[in-house]
């Protein structure tokens, strides 16, 4: 009976100890989409290394991107436009799925939160 227990909570913690989230370092570069809504336009990101380069609309804004961790990260435009363009903008992954992650951004200090999803369309 003892050992019957053993093996039971022995295959209970080995499987409750398995990451349950596919691994996010998959969306460090490659291809993304944020589709139109949710307060954005059509978004493509291309991400490679440390630069994060977004098409929308007409235009074509190029970023750094530097990662705290798996599910925080910081962009910063290396052309700003505007005085809001010089500020950081603050990434959290809220939740990941296998091809796309939600994320809540913050730029600079404010205490607005833009909400979104983001898409892996290829590698």
Request: with cysteine; charged share 25%.
């Amino acid at each position: 009976m003892n050992k019957l227990a053993i093996i039971f909570i022995s295959a209970i913690l080995s499987t409750s100890c398995k990451e349950t989230q596919p691994n996010p370092d998959r969306f460090k570069s490659g291809t993304f989409e944020i589709p139109e809504g949710e307060g954005y336009s059509k978004t493509i990101i291309i991400r490679q290394d440390s630069i994060q380069i977004e098409k929308y609309e007409n235009d074509i804004d190029t970023l750094s991107i530097s990662w705290k961790n798996n599910f925080n990260y910081t962009l910063k435009m290396l052309h700003p436009k505007s005085v809001i363009d010089e500020e950081p903008i603050h990434v959290k992954i809220t939740s990941i799925t296998e091809n796309s992650y939600k994320f809540e951004a913050v730029i600079g200090h404010s205490n607005y939160i833009q909400k979104g999803t983001l898409h892996k369309i290829s590698n």
